[in-house]
């Protein structure tokens, strides 16, 4: 016999699962036919290494006490290949708090890694357990994009060779569920694009932060229609002047917005082009066409305003 037992993780987990076993053999032997629905499994796994012998015990969780309720709005997340974005909204879908978590991984060891993973998620978690409302989160597949490592830029692709997605997305599903906080998945599609168009400039978010509060407005149902005319950031501190094409209503909205993403993905381009410019003081020849820019961002000082806008 061992006595004094203590197991770092999960220790009244394996306690719970052993009252239900005792429980369960007392109810037996009492005939009661309730027994059947008593007596949690528990493996055990015995290990032999160079320190000696360890013993690792295995059994399912119980479902927790939820302590969340979506009905007072929810909690989106952002994830990013170095920090999370967290946007808390209200029951009518209005962003009401925002924060960044930096986790950055790339140039960290393994352990430095699991570290940093498990210290954003527990602030992450800790927010929507404060505000008593369930975590929105996409549901991501890098695998495709990171076979495409090589058509990124050098920095682009050392961040996110070493974003470690799967492993955020589990320590939150563990650290939420332990806490009885509610974790939910929405359809990432286009999340970033709409809180760009839509809302970055509205409530004066990032455009992390408002692909957050597009996640949880998401799961909560709310109209994703864009705006005729918005002021669009670049991420960089300057915005653009942008239009969406116009809709067409028997058309499919993600083919829509994909139209919006093509638009808007040239208007970017434009934009930087004329900033880049505008910062020159010798600009090429060619790089700043008269008659190519429709799209106005910040006006250069070189330039008319007639000019600009052809």
């Known amino acids: 016999m061992v006595h004094n037992i203590y ?14 076993c005792r429980l369960r053999n007392e109810l037996s032997k009492k005939k009661d036919p309730d027994f059947k629905n008593h007596g949690q499994a528990i493996s055990y796994r015995f290990l032999r290494d160079d320190k000696g012998w360890r013993v690792f015990a295995s059994t399912a969780l119980s479902e927790p006490e939820w302590i969340t309720d979506q009905r007072l709005g929810v909690v989106g997340i952002d994830v990013n290949v170095d920090h999370l974005a967290i946007v808390e909204t209200d029951r009518y879908g209005n962003p009401i708090f925002s924060e960044t978590i930096p986790c950055s991984l790339y140039g960290k060891t393994q352990h430095q890694s699991r570290a940093l993973i498990g210290d954003a998620c527990v602030r992450a978690v800790e927010i929507a357990a404060l505000a008593k409302k369930p975590l929105i989160i996409e549901q991501l597949d890098f695998t495709k994009k990171k076979n495409h490592l090589k058509e990124l830029k050098p920095t682009s692709r050392r961040q996110l060779s070493s ?14 569920y332990r806490l009885g906080v509610e974790l939910f998945e929405v359809n990432p599609a286009f999340t970033s694009l709409i809180g760009r168009v839509k809302y970055a400039t509205r409530y004066g978010l990032t455009t992390h932060h408002a692909a957050a509060l597009c996640i949880a407005r998401r799961y909560q149902g709310f109209s994703e229609s864009l705006p005729l005319k918005s002021s669009v950031p670049d991420g960089k501190g300057r915005h653009i002047a942008f239009s969406v094409p ?10 829509y917005l994909k ?7 040239a208007a970017l381009v434009e934009h930087f082009r004329v900033v880049q410019c505008q910062s020159s003081d010798s600009p090429k020849k060619g790089l700043c066409d008269e008659k190519s820019s429709k799209i106005v961002g910040e006006i250069p000082t070189r330039e008319s305003l007639a000019t600009l806008l052809g």
């Open 7 to 20: 197991f770092a993780y999960g220790h009244s987990a394996i306690l719970a699962s052993l009252e239900d």
């Open 163 to 176: 974003f470690a997605y799967s492993s955020i997305l589990q320590t939150l599903r563990s650290r939420a």
């Open 246 to 255: 116009v809709r067409n209503q028997e058309k499919y909205e993600w083919q």
């Open 259 to 265: 139209k919006v993403a093509t638009k808007l993905r």
